[in-house]
């Protein structure tokens, strides 16, 4: 990793001019603040796998590039006791033979394999698609994994000849599909994803799914190593049918596909048992609502006598892994912003084995971590709190865990980071308790008074939590104390609960966050005339329509917003995933409700100094969407200003420095309309 000391690291802002500030300000006892350039300090670990043994642990260690401004990946490995850590190879999806004596792995597009008594290494492949989703057979012979299979695009007439040596514009491409942009992609390849072999020893992939159909996620390999189990939407309408989807089971020798499920729902993630007779895997009821609980079941390996077994758990669950003596299945899900993973049995009895899984969304507090089994029940994770990203982490079937990892020890040991501390209280609109985090200032002094920003999470189905954010911790090294929530709609406090916003979005969720708000002024070390709100995607949305509702905050920064739910329906690259489910209808069925429902409807009251920052390239939140607010800002003489960051998508944490410039710009932006009165 290549870093700047930080004896004289400048900042972002200080870069574009060409000067350097040294060090930061001294806070408490000769530490200093956590920096926008330590961004590229940081490093997490990502997709932990223990070897069969439980001996080691080989994983994905991600750092940030400052010459190329990108993450930069390799895979990693150590002793469970945390002994002997060392670079293993460049690439990802690292996966363990079941003897545990090789590895394979993807790099450059290909799939290889490395002996690990030897350190030999092999390329099994030549292909011309990436590959996903890596499997190996239970009898260590081959691998299964999912790739796109090309077709020609849809065409009318051919395009006309250039003549020899002209340079013309590329052909027109015409298009028909229903899904066919992603963010942080484009415009999708034509093709469909199917499930493929390979020889261990080598040799041409066999493709073992067929027909137009999507085929996307990781399939599991019977014990027998003749069949393979996955998931798809193989029905004769599965474009328009999107959330639903069954389990089928596949021979590898002829090609036979048999469905296993059948009811309207999504079905995935399967998981075989290891003798077979029994398959794990996860969905739920569809009742077309905006979240819905997933749930693990257990079938027959016919697909017989389907069961839930995790049905007092009112959590959505994921990941599912057999234990290697089929007495149970290991699983993970979100509770009160928290990752946990658990042993469930097949009776239903759940036993928490760790907690603070997480650490790979390095920019703010989500979720998004991982876990693998060895065969004598030994597992491994990504381990975060507040005060570090993911680290690698090992436990035992008793509960214990251990850290065996401290990848940011180096940059944070001499760094006072913002303290995080949990706070609930009752929103005002129906009393219901809400959970939320206040982020404090290093140095924090409690007879001072500080300025305030709302931080708002995006999904809105998704939940923030008690993680290492760097966007946090910059706002909070700024002087300003955070608040970051989860309001209505948010996961992990149940079904019931994240699905209060089912028509009615936004809603209520602004009271729970203004109470939220009031509950920190009454701490008392808030100074309520220096209020400040921002947050991404539908914490953008949410900035938005806090501002057309209130005029309490000094200066808003919504970022990658949607502002008119009728433009965004019909242009995003998810477009078709709302109507019904969020909203009644369709939008020209029932305009007045998308219109009710987007903060364009209130722009009219707005008269906050208001930041507009989206990523140019943002498919989920078209560009348009923001530019809508910004116009109708600029037409209403509301003091506004819109940021665009080139070749960005959804995603503006991909390069580390657009992430540090976000963060540089809203401080920016809101120290602008502070006020000085301040006390001390």
Known sequence: MIALPRVCRPSLSALAFGICLGASPVVGQGAERFEDMDVFGLEYAADPQISPSGEHVAYVRTSMDIMEDRKRSEIWIIGSDGSDHRRLAAGASPRWSPAGDKLAYVDDGQIHVRWMDTGETATLTQLLESPRGLRWSPDGRHLAFNMLVPYDPPSLVAPPRPPEGATWADPPIMEDRFKNRQDGVGYLDFGFNHLFVLSVEGGTPV?????????????????????????????????????????????????????????????????????????????????????????????????????????????????????????????????????????????????????????????????????????????????????????VAVGSPDGSTERITRLNEDLLASIELASVEEIWWSSSFDERPIHGWIVKPPGFDESRTYPLILEIHGG??????????????????????????????????????????????????????????????????????????????????????????????????????????????????????????????????????????SPISLVGNVKTPTLLITGEEDLRTPLSETYQFFHALKLLDVETAVVRLPGASHDMSRRPSQLIAKIANIVAWFDRYKTTSLTS
Do not use: C
């Open 207 to 391: 493709q073992v799914t067929s027909g137009d159909f999507q085929h996307g996620s990781a399939a599991a390999w019977t014990p027998d190593s003749e069949h393979l189990v996955f998931s798809s939407n193989r029905n004769e309408n599965w474009e328009h049918d999107y959330r639903n989807s069954e389990l089928y089971r596949v021979s590898i020798a002829d090609r036979t596909i048999t469905p296993l499920t059948t009811r309207d729902g999504p079905d995935h993630s399967p998981a075989v048992s290891p003798d077979g007779s029994t398959i794990a895997y996860l969905g739920y009821d569809d009742r077309v609502r905006t979240y819905q609980v997933t749930r693990l079941y257990a079938m027959n390996a016919d697909g017989s006598d389907a069961r839930v077994i995790t049905g007092d758990l009112d959590r959505s669950v994921s990941s599912p892994r057999w234990a290697a003596d089929g007495s149970g299945v290991y699983a993970q899900y979100d509770d009160e912003g928290n990752t946990k993973i658990a042993f469930v049995t097949l009776d239903g009895d759940i036993r928490v084995l760790a907690d603070d899984v997480g650490g790979t969304s390095y920019g703010r507090p989500y979720g998004g971590g991982s876990f693998s089994v060895a065969s004598d029940g030994r597992f491994a994770f990504n381990e975060t709190r507040p005060e570090y990203p993911g680290d």
């Open 460 to 597: 809105p189905v998704s939940n923030y939590g008690d993680r290492f954010s760097a966007e946090m911790q910059l706002l909070a090294s700024a002087g300003y104390v955070v608040l970051y929530a989860n309001p209505r709609g948010s996961t992990s406090y149940g079904e019931e609960f994240g699905d209060l916003l089912y028509h009615d979005y936004p809603g209520n969720d602004y009271d729970d966050l203004m109470s939220g708000v009031d509950a920190v002024v009454d701490l008392g070390y808030v100074d309520e005339d220096n209020l400040f709100v921002t947050g991404g995607s539908a914490g953008g949305i949410m900035s938005a329509w806090i501002i057309g509702k209130t005029d309490r905050f000094r200066a808003a920064a919504p970022q990658k917003p949607v502002v008119n739910w009728y433009s965004k329906v019909l242009t995003a690259d998810n477009w078709y995933g709302y109507y019904h489910s969020r909203y009644e209808g369709l939008p020209w069925e029932n305009p007045d409700a998308y219109l009710e429902f």
